[in-house]
T-cell receptor, first 112, second 114 residues
Framework: DQQVKQNSPSLSVQEGRISILNCDYT??????FLWYKKYPAEGPTFLIS?????DKNEDGRFTVFLNKSAKHLSLHIVPSQPGDSAVYFC???????????FGTGTSLTVIP | EPEVTQTPSHQVTQMGQEVILRCVPI?????FYWYRQILGQKVEFLVS????????KSEIFDDQFSVERPDGSNFTLKIRSTKLEDSAMYFC????????????FGPGTRLTVT
């Protein structure tokens, strides 16, 4: 039962260009969404979040957009840097529980 | 900067053996979690722990699994009789509160069951 889906397992982008990572969800009870970044041999690291009362949250080069009607969120990284190369996980939670539901991840490669 | 630590980094065990995975959450956090990631698959929630008891668990967390906070700093996951399909990365996480607080993850323990 995949409540959070990341349909692109990988993405390659040139340095300096925009990276767009996408995530879809099915559970309308989700009200909080996060993006985690994961390097090999490390645990996921929190990157940015958004509450369902917003449609955009920005932090430096990272912006998350939420489209509740489409049950879709995206992470924009601009400009992309080689150090951004990692696996990015989308996660969601509902106010009825305290677990996060993760997507399968998208492996981003930023080409110098 | 405070971080979640996990030991060991890699554990190899034979099928049917018991394993204990250890975690030291961030000291002022109140909620503790275990997740696992089977190779190539998504990160899956196992259990959350608050106030010395399980607050939520998934269907994966069956009777073979147990968690404990034996002292003020450690948080452990025990698998009583390991199966081949328990082979995965196990991540411990902690948070100061429920969502919208983010969860801080440890580096993981790779469990290999042979």
């Amino acid at each position: 039962d995949q409540q959070v889906k990341q349909n692109s397992p990988s993405l390659s982008v040139q340095e300096g260009r925009i990276s767009i990572l996408n995530c879809d969800y099915t559970n309308s009870m989700f009200d909080y969404f996060l993006w985690y970044k994961k390097y090999p041999a490390e645990g996921p690291t929190f990157l940015i979040s958004i509450s369902s009362i917003k449609d955009k949250n920005e932090d430096g080069r990272f912006t998350v957009f939420l489209n509740k009607s489409a049950k879709h969120l995206s992470l924009h990284i601009v400009p992309s840097q080689p150090g951004d190369s990692a696996v990015y996980f989308c996660a969601a939670s509902a106010n009825t529980g305290n677990q996060f539901y993760f997507g399968t991840g998208t492996s981003l490669t930023v080409i110098p | 900067e405070p971080e979640v630590t996990q030991t060991p980094s890699h554990q190899v065990t034979q099928m049917g053996q018991e394993v204990i995975l250890r975690c030291v959450p961030i000291s002022n956090h109140l909620y503790f979690y275990w997740y696992r990631q089977i190779l190539g698959q998504k990160v899956e929630f196992l259990v959350s722990f608050y106030n010395n008891e399980i607050s939520e668990k998934s269907e994966i967390f069956d009777d073979q699994f147990s968690v404990e906070r034996p002292d003020g700093s450690n948080f452990t996951l025990k698998i009583r009789s390991t199966k081949l399909e328990d082979s995965a990365m196990y991540f411990c996480a902690s948070s100061p509160g429920l969502p919208p607080y983010e969860q801080y993850f440890g580096p993981g323990t790779r469990l290999t069951v042979t």
